[in-house]
């Protein structure tokens, strides 16, 4: 079964901190990874993809990392700012194009 | 970048009537698209994959009578929410991709918040 776990659940912290978010899926034949930002009512913005033989992408303060054998991948957010809270989601595209989503993480960031 | 188009953003409806949603990749052509469903405070869930020119893959679980999907064209896909009930109020995206694979990931809808009352 192809599932996606993303911890914490829930994060609130204060303006500047960095943070990772955490996904992990249980099946490591995946095309592509992608991680998203959702923000209350609204649609799903792209943040980054990684490909399934990349192990990080950056853009920004966000950089996101990928280790297949171990089923993992983060969302690295620096120096975080109020504007940055929303729901993080994490998807999984596996090799026979199924999209899997974890339940995502919301972030709090705190003036 | 690859834009999808999804309207509308928002609609109430009374109960019993029907709804339609509209999705269209505004530069580029999707030969698959994606429907999703969101209820408050979790994941999308896939409810459909619609593919042009042939009949929309349902999840389990999903109605197929109920959530009418077309995909008639290389840019637009429909999913009309028939005889819709209360518990059919939630929000609906659709995503797309430039290529077969989602070689360069998928680009989502700003999503539609229906509202049955």
């Known amino acids: 079964k192809q599932e996606v776990t993303q911890i914490p659940a829930a994060l609130s912290v204060p303006e500047g901190e960095n943070l990772v978010l955490n996904c992990s899926f249980t099946?490591?034949?995946?095309?592509?990874l992608q991680w998203f930002r959702q923000d209350p009512g609204k649609g799903l913005t792209s943040l980054l993809l990684?490909?399934?033989?990349?192990r990080e992408q950056t853009s920004g303060r966000l950089n996101a990392s990928l280790d297949k054998s171990s089923g993992r991948s983060t969302l690295y957010i620096a120096a975080s700012q109020p504007g940055d809270s929303a729901t993080y989601l994490c998807a999984v595209i596996y090799n026979n194009n199924d999209m899997r989503f974890g339940a995502g993480t919301r972030l709090t960031v705190k003036p | 970048g690859a834009v999808v188009s999804q309207h509308p953003s928002r609609v109430i409806c009374k109960s019993g009537t029907s709804v339609k949603i509209e999705c269209r990749s505004l530069?580029?052509?999707?030969?698959?698209m994606f429907w999703y469903r969101q209820f408050p405070k979790q994941s999308l869930m896939l409810m459909a994959t619609?593919?042009?020119?042939?009949?929309?893959?349902?999840e389990q679980g999903v109605e197929k009578d109920k959530f009418l999907i077309n995909h008639a064209s290389l840019t637009l896909s429909t999913l009309t929410v028939t005889s819709a009930h209360p518990e059919d109020s939630s929000f609906y995206i659709c995503?797309?991709?430039?290529?077969?694979?989602?070689?360069?990931?998928?680009?989502f809808g700003s999503g539609t918040r229906l509202t049955v009352v």
């Open positions: 995503s797309a991709a430039s290529t077969g694979r989602g070689n360069y990931g998928y680009t």
């Open positions: 619609s593919n042009e020119g042939s009949k929309a893959t349902y």
């Open positions: 099946d490591s034949a995946i095309y592509n």
């Open positions: 530069d580029f052509q999707a030969t698959t």
């Open positions: 990684i490909q399934s033989s990349q």
